[in-house]
């Protein structure tokens, strides 16, 4: 049996009094196969429903809210202690929910966040700032994301390598994402196969192949099955993910800078929409993120 690959989860709560918690059911189920601790976290930037009676000043009225949205987690925590699970539970003021979570992950640095994933429009994807593509920027420790509740008592973990580095990826991080697979696999008893995809203009070569048997080699995965296919990056683990009928798609994100910083386009990104499975994104162990440490001040 591995190191246990976490020990503290961090769960990304939309909504404390939603009626379906996907994400908290899945990283509870996860904490209870690896023996992890709980925290539920909610970041709150627009009140919807004020308390009553209204408190004098802002302060005032954020902790009355934040008191709320606490008793709310705390109703969604009950059945995870009482199933065994240590749960914490917390709910602050910050803006934007993802820089708040990247915050409080700054904080207390947790092993995983997990977080549920919702499919956007291509509009969206073009125009507006969301959480999902926040955290694949923005958070330095792995993200799961959630598409489905269940957790299959045989995971297929599906990994995107490339071990010729052809997209700037740091030379560890695919030793880091087969880890994280392999841990993944062997605490919840499932199995791993690993996938490289070349631009359609690339030829499979013997050396990528040999790349690829080497970092097999190195991180003891010898024995899992290779998919080697051609083609745009995103379209080709969708597919494949689809195919295989993969569980969870395990890849790697980059930083970026400038303007590129903006364009949602990377792979990580594109396919976050796309896939049907759940989707863990790992950064390279020197990442550093960019979101500021200190909150937003309260606007006046």
Known sequence: MPTKPWSSILVAVRDPGARKQIAVRKAARIAAAI??????????????????PMPADADAILRAIAKQRRTQLLDVARPLRAEGLKVQCEAVWDFPPAHAIVRRVAQSKPDLVVAESHRHSRLARWFLANSDWELIRECPCPVWFVKQERLAKQPLVLTAIDPTHARSKP??????????????????GGSIAMIHVEDESQLVRGGQIESIERLAKRNRVATAPRVLRAGAPADALVAAAAELKADLLVMGAVSRSGLSHFHIGNTAEAVIDAVTCDVLVVKPRQFKSAVARKRPKLPT
Do not use: C, I, N
């Open 35 to 52: 023996g992890a601790e709980l925290t539920l976290f909610h970041a709150f930037s627009t009140p919807f429903a004020l308390p009553t």
């Open 171 to 188: 030379t560890a991080l695919d030793d880091r994402l087969l880890q994280a697979a392999k841990a993944v696999s062997q605490y919840l």
